[in-house]
């Protein structure tokens, strides 16, 4: 039985990019010894930071003046370097969600935080509108996709204050305008690479303005100047997102990533919106097109194990929702075809006539 991968993190990879990467830690490049046992300083290693570098700014159309990092820690220690890097005073943060809320957690070691809005007391079902950031913040921070909730910001800022943003699992989903932020972050294991790297786009002229020292790992500079090989980073899942890079461009880039999301969001939320057993989860004009979340309609919230398992034993995998909603999530990152968005609605429609 052939399975469709819909877990929300790590998630879905194009399989050509699974074997590439476990080529390459059997013999990397025909060199007699596996990626995964090289020097990340060697003659054999660089070249792949490079391109992956290269690639990123290709691919979103980074201008002049950014650098492109691969760190460890995940988006969450992101939550702390960046006010430690960028805070002086006050910041600006919009709540959207349970990630957007632990990155203001962290800030608030490092300075005032104002909540420029939030979807809290709604569980976070939609994206507020109408706030407005003041002008004296040292930054605005938002999440452009939370994971959870199923909700999305598909647009860049225009403020007057300077942006950064946590596109964790969006990223590369859609074209971006970079000068619009001085920081964009993301874990990699939703739409770049396997668990274990953090994408970090930095404008370099915004670095060096906070009054505090930081401590040399936790200071964007370090790893700026030593072309993210300050220590050892994660070999393996760079190289992963090096072959994801070259699958993205090869496919048409991030205009054709945006193309299909809005393709495969639009077959499952159409069946969402036309099975009597289902109803989406937050409001229509802020629906994510990478995590689609939905629930059992009121009359049939009984049958919601029942249709997990149904959905399980036809090759649905990942799509239990978290447990802060519940019922159900399809996560369709880049890799995600239509063949698996229609076997989903396939399984769905099936289960409602068993209903």
Known sequence: MKKYNFNAGPCILDRSVIEKTAQAIL?????????????????????????????????????????????????????????YNFLNKKAAY???????????????????????ASSA?????????????????DYF?????????????RHDFDLKVPVVCDMSSDIFSRPVDVSKYICIYGGAQKNLSMAGVTIIIVKED???????????MLD???????GSMFNT???????????????????????????????????????????????????????????????????????????????TSKGMVGVKGHRSVGGFRASCYNAQTVEGCKALVACMQEFEKLH
């Open 220 to 226: 964007y500079r370090t790893h700026v100047e030593k």
């Open 94 to 116: 919009l709540n959207t969600g349970v990630w957007a809320k632990k990155a203001m957690k962290e800030a608030k070691l490092f300075g005032e935080v104002v909540e420029v």
């Open 121 to 137: 007391d709604a569980n976070y079902t939609f994206i507020p509108k109408g706030w407005t950031v003041p002008e004296d913040v």
């Open 27 to 83: 013999d990397f490049n025909g060199i007699g010894l596996s990626l995964a046992e090289i020097s990340h300083r060697s003659k054999d290693f660089q070249p792949v930071m490079d391109e992956a570098e290269a690639l990123v700014k290709e691919l979103l159309d980074v201008p002049e003046g950014y650098k492109v990092l691969f760190l460890g820690g995940g988006a969450s220690l992101e939550f702390c370097m960046v006010p």
């Open 141 to 153: 921070h938002f999440t452009s996709n939370n994971t959870i909730y199923g909700t999305e910001i």
């Open 206 to 216: 915004a670095l060096g303005h906070v009054e505090r020292q930081i401590p040399t």
């Open 233 to 311: 980073p994660p070999v393996v899942p760079v190289y992963t997102a090096l072959e994801n890079l070259r699958w993205m461009k090869a496919q048409g880039g991030v205009k054709e990533m945006e193309r299909r999301a809005l393709e495969r969001a639009k077959i499952v939320y159409d069946e969402i919106d036309r099975n009597k057993l289902f109803r989406g989860t937050v409001a229509e004009e802020d629906r994510s097109v990478m995590n689609l979340c939905f629930v059992m309609n009121d009359e049939y919230k009984e049958l919601e194990k029942d249709f997990l398992d149904f959905a």
